[in-house]
C-alpha cells in the first residue's frame, strides 16, 4: 500500500507562483515515476509533469514548460511541483500519481 498527500495549493494571481508538495509513504520504490496530473470540472485528467522518486528523468507537459519545475527529495520521499507565472488556464484540482494510487488532490485557482 502507498499513500500520497498533497500539500501546497490556494488561490494566487496570475503571474505569481505556487509550489505543491506530494509525500508519499508506504511500500515506495526509488526508480519510479511519480506524476502530477490537473482536472477541470468536464475534462480528462491531463499529465502535468513526472519525475522518478531518486530525481530522474524529468517530464513535461508542453503547456507547462518553463514554467513549472518537477523535484523530488528522496531522502523525504516527497516530489515537488514549483509553478511559476501562473495563468488563469493553470486553474485546476491537481493531483499525485505513483503507479496504481492517487492523491486526493490539492485545489489550484489562479485569479486573472
Known amino acids: 500500500q502507498v499513500q500520497l498527500v498533497e500539500s501546497g495549493g490556494g488561490l494566487v494571481q496570475a503571474g505569481g507562483s505556487l509550489r505543491l508538495s506530494c509525500a508519499a509513504s508506504?511500500?515506495?520504490?526509488?526508480?519510479?515515476?511519480m506524476g502530477w496530473y490537473r482536472q477541470t470540472p468536464g475534462k480528462e485528467r491531463e499529465f502535468v509533469a513526472s519525475?522518478?522518486?531518486?530525481?530522474?528523468?524529468?517530464r513535461y507537459a508542453d503547456s507547462v514548460k518553463g514554467r513549472f519545475t518537477i523535484s523530488s527529495d528522496t531522502a523525504k520521499n516527497t516530489v515537488y511541483l514549483q509553478m511559476n507565472s501562473l495563468e488563469p488556464e493553470d486553474t485546476a484540482i491537481y493531483y499525485c500519481?505513483?503507479?496504481?494510487?492517487w492523491g486526493h488532490g490539492t485545489q489550484v485557482t489562479v485569479s486573472s
Open positions: 500519481h505513483y503507479p496504481e494510487y
Open positions: 508506504g511500500r515506495t520504490f526509488s526508480e519510479y515515476v
Open positions: 519525475i522518478t522518486l531518486n530525481g530522474v528523468r524529468p
